[in-house]
């Protein structure tokens, strides 16, 4: 037995002795499966953004004013002719009626000429566009041989099933639509016309400040019913510091301001500057885009106190959602300020809305606070103004120096969006700055390059 034991301890001596020092080891691992093209994806990826960059809704909005522009081109020249027809005596008023007609012509050439450039140059971005996405497509489909745990698949499934839970939702919820569905907060509902203008005036500076906003107050305080007011961009088109008041219309026409100006600072710019011409004046406070931020701030004329209202994360600011028109944006106008029976309102556009029109109600109070927002699918750059009315957002575009168009509307009532509006506003002055609706009276407030018109909405 011991020497048994003896023989077992000198094997595991010796096998200790000879066993090899600590050595590094290898492995080699063989996969059957390709490597991921990442260099494709990465390509994939760039091709797409460019794509999203060349393809901009400002390229559908230009074909559509220049055709808009034409057709009203060629109905002004076609009434002309007529005119000459009838009127012509073979001398003077023949050579000038000749003559208007003669610009009018070279002034439709040359919007042929930017027509068939600019359909040119679509038709071109049209054709790229169609080859990059089959080169995509194919790609696409290459790449998906390499989703080996069907990750793709399954969340394509995934999206079906929603759409189809969501559509059985619906379903399940429909009511029945009203015969006439209501189409605004107010007995005015749907406007049927704007009519004017009814007043036009230069006011106290003639030609002095070209942007601008004037109306009157939806819910004055007692004894300044009849009251106007008029905030001035007094500093590079941008700023102001103090909204002046007018006793009356016909003060405000003459040009007599009693009691004059109320300051909200002593000068440009301040922390509470006003910025943009985009302002309302309501229940006797001033509602403005605050002097370099995404926020409304409310400027009570009596106590002179200033709130601050913080619109959402990513609303843009310091003219990067401006109004826009073919020939030029107006600068600072990111946030329009507007009222209606209701109330204040706030239109503006976000990055998580990709430009398109926002509007949301504002609650009063100290400070005020942001009510229900809704969105829309208006392109905000496609714009030239908005206002309100009735619960009823309103949008304008620019058809020529002479005529602008209210083209679009948004019922905050029923959610239902309207393109062909169709009513027309006959300008004194080829732009206009700023739009404010008086339920008051039922008048269209308008601020045009210095001017101050207004027009009657006629209403069903």
């Not at 926002?358 to 009510?371: A, F, Q």
Request: with cysteine; proline share 4%.
């Amino acid at each position: 037995m011991k020497l048994c034991v003896m023989v077992q301890l000198c094997a595991l001596l010796t096998l200790t002795q000879e066993a090899p020092g600590r050595e590094k080891c290898a492995c080699e691992l063989s996969s059957r499966e390709k490597l991921f093209p990442h260099e494709k994806l990465r390509i994939v990826k760039a091709n797409a953004s460019d794509c999203n960059s060349n393809i901009t809704p400002q390229k559908t909005v230009e074909l559509e004013s220049l055709l808009l522009g034409l057709e009203r081109r060629l109905a002004q020249l076609h009434k002309d002719v007529q005119v000459l027809e009838k009127e012509d005596d073979g001398e003077l008023y023949g050579v000038l009626s000749l003559y208007v007609i003669e610009n009018e012509m070279t002034e439709i050439k040359l919007l042929i000429d930017k027509l068939n450039s600019t359909t040119q140059g679509h038709q071109l971005l049209t054709a790229n566009a169609s080859q990059q996405l089959q080169a995509q497509k194919a790609e696409m489909l290459a790449l998906q041989k390499f989703d080996t745990m069907r990750v793709i698949e399954g969340r394509r499934v995934n999206i079906d099933l929603s759409e189809k839970l969501l559509k059985c939702n619906k379903d399940l919820n429909t009511t029945v639509a009203p015969t006439e569905p209501p189409q605004g907060t107010c007995p005015r509902s749907r406007l049927l016309n704007v009519t004017g203008p009814r007043v036009y005036t230069a006011g106290e500076y003639p030609g002095s400040y070209s942007y601008g906003a004037w109306g009157r107050d939806p819910r004055p305080e007692q004894g300044k019913e009849s009251w106007y007011w008029l905030v001035m961009m007094t500093s590079n088109n941008r700023y102001a510091h103090y909204v002046r008041l007018y006793s009356s219309l016909s003060a405000l026409i003459i040009g007599v301001s009693v009691p004059g100006n109320i300051q909200i600072h002593s000068s440009n710019p301040a922390t509470n500057t006003i910025q943009g011409p985009n302002n309302v004046l309501y229940g006797g406070a001033l509602y403005y885009n605050c002097y370099n931020q995404d926020a409304v701030c409310r400027f009570n004329l009596t106590t002179k106190a200033v709130t601050t209202l913080q619109l959402p994360k990513g609303t843009r600011y310091n003219s990067k959602g401006n109004f826009c028109h073919l020939e030029e944006c107006y600068p600072y106008t990111d946030l329009d300020l507007a009222t209606d029976d209701s109330g204040v309102w706030v239109i503006y556009t976000t990055n998580q809305d990709y430009g398109n029109l926002v509007l949301s109600k504002v609650e009063e109070g100290e400070p005020p606070k942001l009510g229900q927002t809704w969105r829309t699918s208006v392109y905000k750059q496609a714009v030239t103004n908005t206002f309100m009315a009735c619960g009823v957002l309103y949008a304008t575009r620019y058809i020529n120096r002479g005529m602008e168009e209210i083209f679009y509307s948004f019922n905050t009532v029923t959610g239902t969006e309207r393109f062909n509006i169709g009513i027309f506003i006959n300008k004194m002055s080829p732009n206009i700055q700023a739009l404010n609706y008086s339920p008051v009276d039922q008048m269209l407030h308008a601020y045009c390059d210095s001017n101050m018109v207004s027009y009657k909405m006629l209403f069903g």
